[in-house]
């Protein structure tokens, strides 16, 4: 079945730092790829998404590219916030249902 | 920015005991889940629901387990009989289509069940 495993945490950074999370799946067919993220005290909210191979899904400055051959969507962002303190989760669906990851915790610190 | 809201935010509740952890679903959604999330683990699925019935669901969600849409409104998910490993915080979802290549599934802020 579907799987995924992502990096886990947690991980504490320094503002402006550089932030890659690792996500890596196993799937059948042609699953679309999240990552969702879970700010304190708050829902799960998606981040970001790919559909297809070699897409790249990106907002707030973060990225991922959806990479059939190695079968991963790496998070990264390029300078980490305090704001970006939050669980991040990867994610794939092909069909209704979401399979997660077990989240990462990152805390950013001024 | 519409969202999908969550009743109890925390419940603690004594084995055996039933729960009926409530959610509203975005308005003009038609597809509803549950998912959960016990501590330490990954979020997992429960269910889904659409027209009025259960369109899948995962091997957790056994017969104490059930869900409602009662008013048009409220989206349920029932517990009849609480048991320590339902200990979890439960999510629920929704969105407006069932594909999830193009469509996003809006998540609520979750429901913490302790179970004691």
């Known amino acids: 079945g579907n799987s995924v495993t992502q990096m886990e945490g947690p991980v504490t950074l320094s503002e402006e730092a550089f932030l890659t999370i690792n996500c890596t799946y196993t799937a059948t067919g042609y699953p679309s790829l999240f990552w969702y993220v879970q700010y304190p005290g708050e829902g799960l909210q998606l981040l970001l998404k790919a559909t297809k191979a070699d897409d790249k899904g990106s907002n707030k400055g973060f990225e991922a590219t959806y990479r059939k051959e190695t079968t991963s969507f790496h998070l990264e962002k390029g300078s980490v916030q305090v704001s970006d303190s939050a669980v991040y989760f990867c994610?794939?669906?092909?069909?209704?249902?979401?399979?997660f990851g077990k989240g990462m915790k990152l805390t950013v610190n001024p | 920015e519409p969202e999908v809201t969550q009743t109890p935010s925390h419940q603690v509740t004594q084995m055996g005991q039933e729960v009926i952890l409530r959610c509203v679903p975005i308005s003009n959604h038609l597809y509803f889940y549950w998912y959960r999330q016990i501590l330490g683990q990954k979020v997992e699925f429960l269910v889904s629901f659409y027209n009025n019935e259960i369109s899948e669901k995962s091997e957790i969600f056994d017969d104490q387990f059930s869900v409602e849409r009662p008013d048009g409104s409220n989206f349920t998910l029932k517990i009849r009989s609480t048991k320590l490993e339902d200990s979890a915080m439960y999510f629920c979802?929704?969105?407006?289509?069932?594909?999830?290549?193009?469509?996003?599934?809006?998540f609520g802020e979750g429901s913490w069940l302790t179970v004691v």
């Open positions: 979802a929704s969105s407006f289509s069932d594909r999830t290549s193009g469509n996003t599934i809006y």
């Open positions: 994610a794939l669906g092909g069909s209704e249902k979401l399979v």
